[in-house]
């Protein structure tokens, strides 16, 4: 077997802005494993928060190349990230999380199948993804629900944080998308910027708009906090900063209504799988979330989607040009394909060489 990598930069098709932060590029990195002249792809991009900068994921793969090309077949290999503890310490989990997608990729193309039967799941997966907006004016964002639910969707997630101590300009945001798209789903996300007491205050007149679930609605770090604002909710508080790990999740179970599963937070399909069992009969659901990312970074979680009841997976939507395609999403739904592996090619002849 062996491993390469290959660097490249995504271009959002407009900026797009949350509390903390705007994106504009998102540097991503394709790992491919050979085996016999059949080729396995996943991906890892690049995240702050995530302390996984681009320079560190291209470090991370010669670390793992030697541990990866000992095994006999991907097979060995593929089984290896799920059990093998002489896995290379300290390797990224969203770097991880590319490698034990390409593997699987590799294994189901080897073996005919698509990645989510080899999971054991025998139906074809698919739900409906959420789509973002980011924090612009009330009336563009009006202007923008009201094109996704003409094209399809029917759940829209608005970014809040916006920089008014009053947070008046998020509260007009919600607003015009509730007026734009009256019978969407609403979900609202201030990627950690409220405080406690601003959350208490305002989560009462978010519900009365329309929103039905709020994620991170204060600074990750105090999971007590965030599990004191879920009990007095009057709508579902879902982790995602402080839902990084396992033993994150299983720290939250009980405490909030939801975790946010990233394959890049918590180390690869495996990983999220035991999350979602740990959490089982716990009172606490999955969301399943995305980085910006194309059709190759996000097809590994589509696989897992009929485990989740919030699936928020359009970071390939985002996008100005995809040079993948395969998981669908352009009228609001996600589907995994039934094709072999990860069921996603390159839209460019060549593009996967």
């Known amino acids: 077997m062996r491993l390469t990598w290959h660097t490249t930069t995504l271009e959002l098709a407009e900026p797009l802005r949350i509390s903390r932060s705007v994106t504009t590029t998102r540097d991503a990195v394709r790992v491919t494993v050979e085996h016999a002249g059949i080729r396995g792809y996943g991906e890892a991009v690049a995240r702050t928060y995530l302390d996984l900068p681009t320079p560190r994921i291209i470090r991370a793969p010669a670390a793992a190349r030697p541990w990866i090309e000992r095994h006999p077949d991907p097979e060995t290999a593929s089984t290896a990230t799920a059990e093998d503890s002489t896995a290379p310490a300290h390797l990224p989990p969203g770097v991880f999380a590319a490698i034990e997608a390409a593997l699987l990729d590799l294994v189901g193309k080897r073996a005919g199948e698509p990645v989510h039967r080899l999971l054991g799941t025998a139906h074809t997966p698919a739900a409906a993804t959420a789509r973002t907006i980011g924090i612009v004016d009330a009336a563009h964002a009006a202007t923008s629900a009201a094109h996704l639910c003409a094209s399809g969707f029917t759940v829209v997630k608005i970014k809040a944080g916006s920089p008014d101590p009053a947070l008046?300009?998020?509260?007009?945001?919600?607003a015009a998308v509730h007026a734009a798209?009256?019978?969407?789903?609403l979900l609202l996300d201030p990627n950690g910027a409220w405080t406690e007491r601003?959350?208490?205050?305002?989560?009462?007149?978010?519900a009365a708009l329309g929103v039905e679930a709020v994620e991170q609605p204060v600074a990750p770090g105090r999971p007590n906090v965030l599990a004191r604002i879920a009990e007095r909710s009057p709508i579902p508080v879902i982790a995602d900063e402080d839902a990084v790990s396992y033993h994150d999740a299983l720290r939250l179970a009980g405490h909030v209504h939801g975790v946010n599963i990233k394959l890049a937070k918590c180390g690869g399909v495996r990983a999220a799988l035991r999350i979602v069992e740990a959490l089982r009969g716990s009172g606490t659901d999955i969301m399943l979330g995305c980085l910006t990312a194309d059709s190759l970074g996000i097809a590994p979680a589509v696989h897992l989607v009929d485990r989740a009841r919030w699936v928020d997976l359009d970071g390939h939507l985002l996008l100005a040009h995809d040079p993948w395609t395969g998981i669908g999403g352009t009228d609001g739904v996600v589907r995994a394909s039934a094709h072999s592996g990860l069921g996603v090619r390159p839209t460019n002849t060549g593009a996967a060489q």
């Open 168 to 174: 008046d300009l998020d509260l007009a945001r919600v």
């Open 198 to 206: 601003q959350a208490l205050d305002l989560l009462p007149s978010f």
């Open 181 to 185: 798209a009256p019978h969407a789903t």
